[in-house]
């Protein structure tokens, strides 16, 4: 099995930027498609974004879009999310998921991963 670990999440004023890592092992994730989530507190867990298996492809939350960055590095078997403007509505655990099928529909739901990290917490101040 796969094993997703986040880090990276921490506290940071409203306007700063953020990047949180996404570091897998157990096996090679360079086929999977890999998802950002996020959950705030007394909410549903949410999409943020998803990116392909070669990186070519990504997919936006409206909220996110033009702020966020994800990305990956096969060779690190890693993948990245870069965050940027950061508002306080963004606070919230955040997760990484991969979906070892490569499904391109649903890809914002969360039943389309087969597996999860942690979650890591970031905090945005106003």
């Known amino acids: 099995q796969v094993q997703l670990v986040e880090s990276g999440g921490g506290l940071v004023q409203a306007g700063g930027s953020l990047n949180v890592s996404c570091a897998a092992s157990g096996r090679t994730i360079s086929s999977y498609y890999i998802g950002w989530f996020r959950q705030a507190p007394g909410k549903e867990r949410s999409f943020v974004a998803r990116i392909t298996s070669g990186g070519g492809t990504t997919y936006y939350a409206n909220s996110v879009k033009g702020r966020f960055t994800i990305s990956r590095d096969n060779a690190k078997n890693t993948v990245y999310l870069q965050m940027n403007s950061l508002k306080p509505e963004d606070t919230a655990v955040y997760y990484c998921?991969?979906?070892?099928?490569?499904?391109?529909?649903?890809?914002?739901?969360?039943?389309?991963?087969?597996?999860w990290g942690q979650g890591t917490q970031v905090t945005v101040s106003s």
């Open positions: 998921a991969a979906d070892p099928l490569g499904y391109t529909g649903n890809y914002d739901r969360t039943t389309t991963y087969a597996y």
